[in-house]
Nanobody
Framework: QVQVVESGGGLVQAGGSLRLSCAAS????????MGWFRQAPGKEREFVSA????????WYADSVKGRFTISRDNAKNTVYLQMNSLKPEDTAVYYC????????????????????WGRGTQVTVSS
């Protein structure tokens, strides 16, 4: 059973930084994509960033390009999202997700292609 747990959310002032972590337990010797999504009150869940198993391919939503950086440590089955220059519009619940085994160089950006989800971590950016 794969379990996904996010951490690192919190309250930060505009212009500040946060680092989210996501640990995926229960994986055994397979490659998979990992991604971050977010959902603000009254809005649909949206893609934020994703990374391939190899780490060589990443993808970002236009709204976070240049401010957020995704990385992963496969030895720890963990993915990170470094968020800099945060804006009030970044306020949302951030969800981490992982896929079933796929080729190591593939990065997935569509939420429907992710199989395992965490419960989310709240990020609040005050103005």
């Amino acid at each position: 059973q794969v379990q996904v747990v996010e951490s690192g959310g919190g309250l930060v002032q505009a212009g500040g930084s946060l680092r989210l972590s996501c640990a995926a337990s229960g994986r055994t010797g397979s490659s998979y994509s990992m991604g971050w999504f977010r959902q603000a009150p009254g809005k649909e869940r949206e893609f934020v960033s994703a990374i391939s198993w190899s780490g060589g391919r990443t993808w970002y939503a236009d709204s976070v390009k240049g401010r957020f950086t995704i990385s992963r440590d496969n030895a720890k089955n963990t993915v990170y999202l470094q968020m800099n220059s945060l804006k009030p519009e970044d306020t949302a619940v951030y969800y981490c997700a992982t896929t079933r085994p796929i080729p190591a160089t593939i990065v997935i950006v569509t939420p429907g292609s992710y199989d395992y989800w965490g419960r989310g971590t709240q990020v609040t950016v005050s103005s």
